[in-house]
């Protein structure tokens, strides 16, 4: 079983502030993995991804955002994007720091979103992992955030709700083809934004899937 321990970095800034989960058997693969606008590093979701891969080897970071941080609950101004995605770069140093030789990158929502944005910028990570990736606002369908979306050069796995308001199976396979590097979308039947983990409702099998999901997809 891995052994999970809080973990500050507060020689980068923004610092880096989580839980980071060390497995028995390490593979050298590190995920970095953060939350949505109205969650932190703690959300069942986050954990339950963490135990899966770190019971495969990966070690996890579950990282608060820089704007989670500052303020324990509400979500980020449009001005904390870019110092969340300086954020989440500060993260990836830190799992290099610890020896990983291959990092991924992911997140729920608004921190996937930060990701994949910041992967467009540059590549920080071998591969993205986007839960509920926010296409858009639940009542603007007609405004796609996918502008940065032709700029992603990595592989890109999406897992995404089949009832989720902020991006329908048919939008999310619109939009990755957007994308010019390898992509797949695995869909959660019956689903919304929360991937089923509602009021910390669990889903048994959900964490098993996406990680057999993610071994496939990466090969």
Request: glycine share 10%; proline share 7%.
């Amino acid at each position: 079983m891995a052994a999970v321990e809080t973990f500050t970095e507060r020689s980068l800034e923004p610092a880096v502030s989580g839980f980071l989960h060390s497995p028995a058997s390490e593979s050298g693969e590190a995920l970095v993995l953060t939350h949505g606008a109205g969650g932190n590093a703690q959300m069942a979701l986050l954990v339950a991804l963490a135990e899966a891969f770190a019971g495969a080897g990966f070690r996890v970071l579950r990282a608060n955002l820089p704007f989670r941080q500052l303020r324990s609950f509400g979500p980020p101004r449009a001005s904390d994007a870019a110092r969340d995605r300086a954020g989440l770069k500060n993260a990836v140093s830190a799992m290099k720091k610890l020896g990983a030789r291959r990092i991924f990158l992911g997140g729920q929502s608004y921190g996937g979103r930060q990701a994949s944005m910041l992967s467009a910028e540059e590549k920080v990570a071998e591969a993205l992992l986007l839960l509920s990736y926010p296409l858009h606002a639940p009542s603007r369908p007609d405004q796609p955030r996918t502008q940065h979306l032709p700029g992603l050069t990595i592989p890109v796995l999406f897992v995404q709700g089949t009832r989720d308001p902020f991006g329908s199976i048919e939008e999310m396979e619109a939009a990755r083809k957007l994308i010019p590097a390898r992509t797949r979308l695995f869909p959660v039947e019956g689903a919304g934004h929360d991937l089923g983990f509602k009021r910390n409702r669990r889903p048994d099998d959900f964490a098993r899937r996406v990680l057999a999901a993610w071994e496939e997809f990466l090969g």
